[in-house]
């Protein structure tokens, strides 16, 4: 039992470390950690300094939610649908580089059969 409590001791001084140096959420998960590593010790002075934290300094090290968790967030293209372009784009290969490939190719079908 007594790493279990060495663990959540250390959990306690990352938390401190985290709420002097203002980073709230990784001060949240730590006492929270703490407190599942050893229910007997008391956080609750920690969570009352991380909640001040957060009273007095409203954003900090939180990113604005601008994604709804709805469901999985996907990524927004910059250049409009990548369908359209990789099909304006205009690529060109050598008469070698075709006949390497296509030879490739054939050789594959022919060693899977």
């Known amino acids: 039992m007594d790493g279990k409590k060495d663990e959540a001791l250390k ?5 401190q470390n985290a709420i002097e140096s203002g980073d709230r959420t990784r001060a949240l998960k730590f006492v929270n950690k ?4 050893d229910p007997s010790l008391s956080v609750d002075e920690l969570l ?3 909640e001040a934290q957060s009273q007095s300094n409203a954003p900090t090290n939180e990113i604005p939610s601008k994604i709804s968790d709805d ?4 990524r927004v293209s910059t250049t409009g649908s990548s369908a359209s372009a990789s ?3 205009s690529v060109s290969y050598t008469e070698e580089q075709i006949s390497i490939v296509r030879e490739i190719e054939r050789k594959k079908i022919i060693t899977r059969y």
């Open 11 to 15: 959990c306690l001084k990352i938390a």
């Open 34 to 37: 703490a407190r599942g590593l």
């Open 48 to 50: 009352s300094k991380v």
């Open 87 to 89: 099909s304006t784009a």
């Open 71 to 74: 469901g999985p967030r996907r």
